[in-house]
């Protein structure tokens, strides 16, 4: 939709994803599905029969129109009426667009608005589509003036279709593309959905919600060549600087980061991007044992590199603890009175339930350990992945 003719966008995988995609497990594709191809089962070639007019009252849908006719969906063909803006400059108009699918298909909006170069697209009013010679509910190319005509490729391959015969309460058999009616724009304007041949293998495609996090818009020289952005080239010659944008989410990363890391009682970080390493949770009524080894133990950690939040609130444990569990820091340290009388400190991994009893002069090497490994468990999850322009 933006960003030049080759996009790359980073996905991650969720349920609540506001994108679809479709993936390929045979062969690797993947795509939006704005604008993800698939393979197109063809009808069977027969040759075209004579048009026929046929009574369909109260057939306003695909569903109602193969019900009372008996025939398959895609045997029929379905009409989309949008308003669309499209050139540039003093040249930029309206216009109507009359897009056409296979009844067993839908229209994607953002193909079609590539097919014809759209700026916006919209809608259109029933007024506007009976301008043309339309009709809502019952419409097609056939007989209408001052549309642009836009056919899936499907449809202009497909003989003898059931369509629209521009008047309320009947359809058209019989439909034919090149000879009932002629498109101005022929293209992939179909929606990929799931179970849907992979245009490249075959194989069924499968959908997949997920949120972008982030991207690479290769913008060419579009945007450098009408603005005079040039550089001087080797030879001394004025060429345009060759754009891209990279885009990082940050917001959405975070969101997903939640997401994905969280229990009932709150967030639990990935080391790798905590806002904190290790929580100590000071445990002391007053300046004394605990208040000075809670601080000397924070002295420590922090001179091993290693990011540090202290909790010395006057706070009962309760509180402390809750909060601990909701802020999520992945390694919770604490330090009261009545394990220092024991000389042990507890820790904790916010990931898991168990305590551990750790002496206090093995404290600051054992939570640098402890701290290392997430970040080795998180380095060997890491996939890489070679890039194929």
């Not at 009574?55 to 109602?64: F, G, H, M, Q, Y």
């Not at 097919?115 to 809608?123: F, I, N, Q, T, Y």
């Not at 390493?277 to 445990?283: E, M, T, Y």
């Amino acid at each position: 939709m933006m960003g030049g003719e080759l996009a790359h966008e980073y996905m991650y995988l969720t349920p609540i994803g506001e994108d679809t995609l479709l993936l390929c497990d045979g062969c690797g594709y993947s795509a939006n599905r704005q604008i993800a191809t698939f393979a197109k089962q063809a009808n069977p070639a027969e040759a075209p029969a004579a048009p026929e007019k046929v009574a369909t009252p109260n057939t306003t849908t695909i569903k109602a129109l193969t019900a009372l006719l008996n025939i398959p969906a895609h045997k029929t063909a379905k009409a989309l009426f949008v308003m669309a803006t499209v050139g540039s400059g003093q040249d930029k108009k309206d216009v109507f667009v009359l897009a056409v699918v296979r009844g067993d298909m839908e229209v994607n909006e953002t193909k079609l608005a590539n097919a014809v170069g759209a700026l916006e697209m919209w809608p259109a009013r029933d007024e506007e589509i009976r301008s043309v010679g339309a009709e809502p509910g019952y419409g097609s190319p056939i007989g209408v003036e001052g549309a642009l005509v836009v056919v899936d490729d499907s449809v202009a391959s497909s003989p003898n279709l059931v369509a629209g015969a521009n008047e309320p309460g009947y359809h058209l058999k019989h439909v034919n593309h090149g000879r009932d009616y002629t498109a101005d724009v022929i293209a992939d304007i179909a929606t990929a959905r799931q179970g849907d041949g992979c245009l490249t293998c075959g194989a069924a495609l499968r959908e997949s919600r997920g949120v972008e996090v982030g991207n690479i818009f290769q913008l060419g020289t579009k945007f450098t060549e009408a603005l005079g952005g040039d550089f001087l080239d080797a030879a001394g010659k004025a060429q345009p600087v060759v754009m891209g944008s990279y885009g990082i989410g940050v917001g959405r990363l975070l969101a997903c980061i939640a997401e994905e890391y969280h229990d009932e009682h709150g967030l639990i970080w990935p080391v790798a991007v905590a806002p904190y390493q290790v929580h100590i949770v000071l445990l002391a009524k007053g300046t004394g044992a605990a208040q000075e080894a809670g601080e000397q133990l924070y002295a420590d950690l922090g001179q091993r590199g290693l990011e540090v939040l202290l909790d010395d609130r006057r706070e009962n444990p309760g509180v402390k603890f809750n909060d601990a569990d909701l802020i999520g820091i992945p390694l919770r340290v604490t330090v009261g009175d009545r394990g220092l009388k024991r000389g042990i400190v507890e820790v904790k991994l916010r990931c898991e339930k168990e305590r551990r009893e750790t002496p206090v002069e093995q404290a600051v090497e054992y939570v640098v350990e402890q701290v290392e490994k997430l970040q080795r468990e998180l380095d060997e999850r890491v996939v890489k992945v070679e890039y194929k322009g």
